[in-house]
Structures are given as structure tokens and as C-alpha cells.
């Protein structure tokens, strides 16, 4: 039992828990004893109060503790594969993604649709004031910086000079022209094992 639990218990006794279980047809296991002060080991009543297991985890993301992006240790990807496939969406089919990458198409569908990475999209827009996509690639003389070929529009990618995951940001200064399939290589042999379909 947790001190949160037990401190609940002897200021507002056990009979609080089963009322609380009974209101929302759960099991007395079930019902989470809540912070207010979002401090774990803090045992004030006046800071506690009852919750489902839904309430804890809204709780959590509005006070920002959920892990989100890569710091999710359930992730896979990582924000700069993310940015690629995005940046492909532009262009090319979900399917075609899919393929060059080696990625299974229901992950980049729920990517290109903003279902999964919403994190990314928040911080793509916080960050459009500073990017502006065609003055990168006038600037770059749409040349690749990793094969030095010209790109045609359509094969267009903006690569991560620094990668997100080693603290590049978003922004013209470490953005630079690509190939699609050039950005791909460089980033499939960081993927994980699981990840790859062939």
C-alpha cells in the first residue's frame, strides 16, 4: 500500500474507497489515490483525492509527465525518421514510404495522419516561423548534401544536419537539402531490428 493510500485511508477511512468504487462500478483495487501537488511521496490529505485509472492518466498528461516522443521507452522511431517520412509524405505514397524505409505501412499511415508522434506536429508548428522550406532549397542550390546531385522537386527531403536525438533543432541553420532516397539510407540502418520488414 502506497503512503498516499494508507494516509487517504486514516484521514477519510476505508468506507471513502468503497462509496468511490461503488459510483463508478469498480473494484476498491482499482481506485488510484490522486495528488493535487503532483508530489508522489506528499501524504496531506489536503492534497490527495480519488480517481480512476483514466483520471490518473489525464492528471499525468496535463501536468506534462507523460513520456512522449522519444522519450517514450516503448518508441521505436525516432523524431528524425519521423521528420523523414513527413517530409516524404509530401511526395510520395504511404505505400512507397512504407518500402523504402522498411517500415510496415499501418506505422506510416498513423504518422503521416498525426495519430502517433503528435509531439512532432506541435513542435514542427511551433517551429514554422522559422523554417521556411523553399528559401532552404533556393539557398542550397537544390544539391543534395549527401550525394551532391541535384534533386528534382519531387525528391525533395530536409535532412537534419545534427539529428534531433543528439540535440539538432529544427531549424534552417542545421536543415539541408536531400534526395528522398538518399535521407532513407542514412536513416534505415538506424532503425530498430524489429522495425524492418526485410
Known amino acids: 500500500m502506497t503512503a498516499s493510500r494508507f494516509s487517504w485511508i486514516a484521514h477519510f477511512g476505508f468506507e471513502s474507497l468503497e462509496r468511490f468504487a461503488q459510483q463508478y462500478a469498480i ?3 482499482d481506485v488510484f489515490v490522486l495528488h493535487t501537488c503532483d508530489t508522489r511521496r506528499c501524504v496531506n490529505p489536503t492534497h490527495l483525492f480519488l480517481g480512476t485509472h483514466q483520471d490518473n492518466m489525464r492528471d499525468m498528461r496535463q501536468k506534462g509527465r507523460a513520456a512522449q516522443g522519444e522519450r517514450n521507452g516503448n518508441a521505436t522511431l525516432t523524431f528524425d525518421i519521423v521528420w523523414l517520412i513527413r517530409e516524404m509524405a509530401r511526395s510520395h505514397t504511404r505505400t512507397a514510404i512504407a518500402e523504402t524505409l522498411h517500415l510496415s505501412l499501418s506505422n506510416v499511415s498513423r504518422i503521416c495522419r498525426g495519430t502517433i508522434w503528435k509531439t512532432l506536429e506541435r513542435q514542427s508548428q511551433s ?7 523553399e528559401s532552404i532549397i533556393v539557398r542550397d542550390h537544390s544539391t543534395c548534401h549527401l550525394c ?5 522537386s519531387p525528391e525533395i527531403a530536409l535532412d537534419h544536419l545534427i539529428p534531433h536525438s543528439e540535440g539538432g533543432e529544427t531549424i534552417p541553420a542545421n536543415l539541408a537539402v536531400a534526395h528522398i532516397h538518399c535521407n ?4 534505415i540502418g538506424k532503425l530498430p531490428a524489429q522495425l524492418r520488414l526485410f
Open 27 to 29: 473494484t476498491i483495487a
Open 127 to 133: 517551429n514554422t516561423h522559422t523554417v521556411n522550406r
Open 148 to 152: 551532391g546531385k541535384y534533386v528534382l
Open 184 to 187: 532513407a539510407k542514412r536513416w
